[in-house]
């Protein structure tokens, strides 16, 4: 079984980049795919992006496409979300969440394993 345990949130100027991990252990990333949602206050929680395990392939929400990039580091054993221009609509938790499937999964019930998450502001 995988856990999943994010860092790298913090407080960010509207415009500004910042980058969060997720760093998994008792798994290895190149086993799954992997995701990131975020949960803003009073919000369902919503698909980010993906990764997916063999192919690589990775997929975006629309909001983000563009703006955020998703990437992995087999020696790390760690997946990245890079965000740039951010905007305050960005402020959120941030989520990681790994599934044994290919191919595109945006809901979050489809993912087995997830970590605590990171917060994300962004100021205007």
């Known amino acids: 079984q995988v856990q999943l345990v994010e860092s790298g949130g913090g407080l960010v100027q509207a415009g500004g980049s910042l980058s969060v991990s997720c760093a998994a252990s008792?798994?290895?990333?190149?086993?799954?795919?992997m995701g990131w949602f975020r949960q803003a206050p009073g919000k369902q929680r919503e698909f980010v992006a993906r990764?997916?395990?063999?192919?690589?392939?990775?997929y975006y929400a629309d909001s983000v496409k563009g703006r955020f990039t998703i990437s992995r580091d087999y020696a790390k054993n760690t997946v990245y979300l890079h965000m740039n221009s951010l905007k305050p609509e960005d402020t959120a938790v941030y989520y990681c969440?790994?599934?044994?499937?290919?191919?595109?999964?945006?809901?979050?019930?489809?993912?087995?394993?997830w970590g605590q998450g990171t917060q994300v502001t962004v100021s205007s």
């Open positions: 969440a790994a599934d044994s499937s290919m191919g595109v999964r945006t809901t979050p019930i489809t993912y087995d394993w």
């Open positions: 990764i997916s395990k063999i192919t690589g392939s990775t």
């Open positions: 008792g798994g290895a990333v190149s086993s799954y795919s």
